[in-house]
């Protein structure tokens, strides 16, 4: 394969520390390849230089063996590079089909048209998105789908994903894959950001790994090994992380904190049922939109169950129906968002003020004025307890990489002392370093007898966590396995059927 696009001696640098330090690297033409590392290793950064988002401080760009520069994302897709970034960049207001034609419109057209052009389009993609839909009405891995189908209907020579597979379902990992192929049948040349290391290995044909903003290696992706690309993302060793070692002993279930009885909104959580208890970590897995998004929103205030036969809520056997999240947040409640970006911090400010909001929230914090001091302390303390790495201590969150916003997110969150805490998707977008961490802490919450509940879509990460796993489809609990009886076929199989 011919050499499309080459970078020498790239470099970043964010309020004087170094984001990009000298990196070299290639693409060539029709492959697909996948970039790995930790977060805050680069890759995002590099990826944005690539397509125009960012300017190099230093270092030059080859396209075809001709230096070129992108002044604007707008240069590098004339050129042929188009980008889907890991927190999409769609607009909320307007629907799924004028999201995807945005900025290539034609001068006259009637909407009509456009709807069914687009629902064709998603169609040949095996994307179950409505076109007429409003993006600010889809969940996030359909969004995620829209970014996708955005991208590909540029037809650009080079497509960066930027974790792409993050919120996807199985299924839809699976007709994502298969585009890939069809896309680099065509000759389009795929740059995949990833923190899941298996699919790199599955579908790259080469990989290169970054690692504190540097260049380690660039190899033929049957080089590697899964051992291998750990070790050289992070520099040692770390433990078996996703893998559960085979059956192992739960913890003994404590006072029940938390019980759902005939829990319904809509149709989208039908008549639920289920109980969460101190010192254990309850796993709830099922596939995107089988409801455990929306009971989890219920039970923390955010979505209001049906007034008319949508159950109960107990708290410690007390009945709750929380009009807004701060009460269940005095109840000691805590929701850790899937969606990070929209619901989980305030971006354009720090650290500080992200964890300093969460003592405002938290019950029997009764100051009207802002106290510096307890704001620095506290900061200093979840800094270091959750390992939360910044190139600016005062830098804004939306600065931060996908793993420390997370941390922020988690902080902002543990700062309340909750008795129940509520995990969605807790590691989506993280990378393996920041997995373990997160998987420590919450191991460490169930070991000082919170109550802790994980959703996740991927079952390893939820086989190795939790206690007790709750299977839920189609709005409700079908079938529950205990630590010493999980089997991942049946657990899949009670999700599927």
Known sequence: MAELLTLLGIGKHYHGAKALDGVDFTLRAGEIHGMLGENGAGKSTLSKIIAGVVPPDGGRILWEGRPVSFANPAAAL????????????????????????????????????????????????????????????????????????????????????????????????????????????????????????????????????????????????????????????VGRTLAAGYSAAGPRIPRPAGERILSVQDLSLGNVVRNNAFSLYAGQVTGIFGLVGSGRTETA?????????????????????????????????????????????????????????????????????????????????????????LKIRSLDPDGRVVQLSGGNQQKVVIGKSLVQRPALVIFDEPTRGVDVGAIAEIHQLINQLADEGLAVMVISSYLPEIMALSDRILVSRQGRIVEEFPANEMDEKKIMYAAVH
């Open 78 to 233: 004339r050129q042929g590079i188009a980008m889907v970034f890991q927190e999409t960049s769609l607009i909320p207001s307007m629907t799924v089909a004028q999201n995807i034609w945005l900025g290539d419109e034609k001068a006259f057209n009637r909407l009509r048209g456009v709807y069914i052009a687009a629902q064709q389009f998603l169609q040949s993609l095996n994307f179950p998105v409505d076109p007429t839909a409003e993006v600010s009405t889809l969940g996030a891995a359909k969004r995620q789908l829209v970014e996708i189908a955005r991208a590909v209907r540029l037809r650009a020579r080079v497509i960066i994903f930027d974790e792409p597979t993050a919120t996807l379902t199985p299924e839809e990992k699976r007709h994502f894959f298969a585009l890939m192929r069809r896309l680099q049948g065509q000759g389009i040349t795929l740059l995949f950001i990833s923190h899941a290391i298996e699919e790199a290995l599955q579908l790259a044909d080469r990989i290169t790994i970054l690692r504190d903003g540097q260049h380690v290696i660039t190899d033929r992706a049957a080089a590697f090994s899964r051992e291998r690309i750990i070790a050289l993302m």
């Open 297 to 385: 929103k219920i039970i923390a205030g955010i979505y209001k169950r049906d007034f008319s036969r949508g159950g109960n809520i107990l708290l410690r056997g007390r009945p709750v129906r929380y009009r807004v999240p701060r009460q269940a947040v005095l109840d000691g409640i805590v929701y850790v968002t899937e969606d990070r970006k929209s619901e989980g911090f305030f971006e354009n400010a720090s650290i500080a003020d992200n964890l300093y909001a969460g003592l405002l929230a938290s019950p029997g914090h009764r100051s009207w004025f802002t106290n510096k001091k307890q704001r620095a302390r506290l900061a200093e303390l979840w800094r270091g307890k």
